[in-house]
Structures are given as C-alpha cells and as structure tokens.
C-alpha cells in the first residue's frame, strides 16, 4: 500500500489486518463527494495489496453516516451543470459502492448509531456489519422524492427479500438494530461502543484463516449471487436524475431543512 496522504480517511494497519475509518468535517458524518472518492480510491489501491485478509470499515464514534451530504458544494453547482456533467457527478457513490464490493478481503462494517442513506448503501457493498445494539438503518430517500441509487437495490434484495426491501424503502422507516438484524441488514450485534472491538474480533478470525482460500470462496459466493445487478440496476443514477428534477424531490428536500411533512403531487 503507498504512502497516500488522506484527507478523510485514517487507515491503522495490523498484520492481514486494515482498518479505514472516514470522518468529515460534520457533526453526522455525511458522505460528500471528496470523502466518496478517497474511499473508492482507496479500495482501487488496495485491489493490488496480496497480504490482506480482511478490512475494517468504520465511521464517526456516535454515528457511522447521515449519508449523503446534501449541502456539498459540489452538489450545489449540479442546476448550472449539464447533463452530461450531472451524469458524472453522480457516478461518484455508485463507484464507490462498486470498489468496495469488489474487493477481494472480507469487508467489514462497524456501525455506531445511525446509518442513514448513501451510509447504508455503502454498508451493503461490504461483506458483514456489525453494529451496537442501539444503531439505527434508514434509507429515506423516497421521503424526499429520490429513488434510491447508488445500484443498492439489489444488494438490499439479496440481504433481506424482496418484500423486506419494499418495506424498507418505500415505507421509508427507520429500523432499530434489533430488526436490522432479523431482517438481515445486521449481522451481529453487540454492546454500543463495542462495534469495532467485535469487527476486530471477526476480522482476527478470518486473517488465522488460509488467506487465499478466503478470497477465492468470497469471490465464488458473490459472482453467484450478484451475476445480474448490473443489469437490473445499470440505469439507476438516470433514473435518480429523473426523479431529482422534479417537483416532488424539491418538495421533499424543502420539507426534510424545514422540518415539516412533505406534500407530494407526483409531479
């Protein structure tokens, strides 16, 4: 691994062991865009690292992410932008889903408090996720008239059924840890402030494990099991474009700063 200076992420390495953690400058920890591209770049870096065994993820200490940041500047300029260039902007969270999915060591999630949106999006891209008994998963994203991107749909849909991932985005409720975890969207469950010690624990376990055994199985298990969501999803970050310029997404985004109700029209 180089010597990359991050400006977002800390990186703690022990044996066939990494540990990432991603922090920006907010109280919640939303994914902006240049915190989204360290971590895809990263995970890319760390595709030619042949020593790992497992990775641990991990967020803030009282909140693994709001999601995605919808104050970015960034994300400001997109209604000067053309097409083609909101397109580019927004491939950044689906790129860096894919990375992290890609990869061949275990990934590992340690959740603390909520895990909100883009936060979980990221979270299913990753093998396990283990989180304190008091976290929350949320995906609102319809509440604010946006379908939900980032090609997670059919990463929710292998983890919890097709019923359970109807559930949690139209629905658009926030699951306790409990539920998460009958449902499939926690693995294990632990005391809060004990995710990461219980993500070191698992992450121990795989590395006493042959290491190249363990990426092949991986490999095996999720190229049969994700053989189709690139083409079921492929169009998803258009049809997010689509649903962003209308009138219900800004009635969504306008309720959600003012703290009221929204009124959709289906518009």
């Not at 491939?91 to 949106?117: D, F, Q, S």
């Not at 992450?203 to 990426?215: C, E, F, S, Y």
Request: with cysteine; hydrophobic share 45%.
């Amino acid at each position: 691994m180089s010597d990359t200076q991050w400006q977002y992420l800390s990186l703690h390495r022990q044996g066939r062991v990494l540990e990432v953690t991603f922090r920006s400058a907010d109280k919640v920890n939303s994914l902006n865009n240049a915190l989204m591209r360290e971590l895809t770049g990263l995970a890319q870096e760390l595709q030619f690292d042949s020593e790992l065994s497992a990775i641990i993820l991990t967020g803030a200490p009282a909140i693994f992410s709001a999601g995605m940041d919808l104050k970015d500047p960034e994300a400001a300029k997109a209604p000067s932008m053309t097409v083609a260039e909101r397109r580019q902007l927004v491939k950044v969270g689906p790129a860096m889903c894919a990375a992290w999915e890609a990869l061949e060591p275990v990934t590992i999630v340690a959740i603390e408090g909520w895990c909100i949106g883009g936060g979980t999006a990221l979270a299913v891209a990753c093998d396990w996720r283990v989180a304190a008994d008091n976290a929350c998963f949320y995906v609102p994203e319809l509440k604010l008239g946006m379908n939900m991107s980032w090609q997670s749909v059919p990463r929710f849909t292998h983890l919890i059924g097709p019923a359970k991932t109807k559930q949690l985005l139209i629905l658009a409720e926030p699951l306790d840890a409990t539920t998460a975890e009958r449902w499939g969207l926690f693995d294990y469950l632990c005391a809060p402030g004990e995710a990461l010690n219980r993500a070191r624990e698992l992450a121990a376990q795989v590395a006493a494990m042959p290491p190249i055994p363990v990426r092949m199985v991986k490999r095996a298990i999720n190229v049969s099991a994700t053989a189709l969501d690139n083409a079921v999803s492929y169009m998803d970050a258009d049809q997010f474009l689509l649903a962003q310029g209308t009138d219900d997404a800004l009635e969504g985004a306008s309720a959600f700063f003012e703290k009221r109700p929204p009124q959709f029209s289906g518009n």
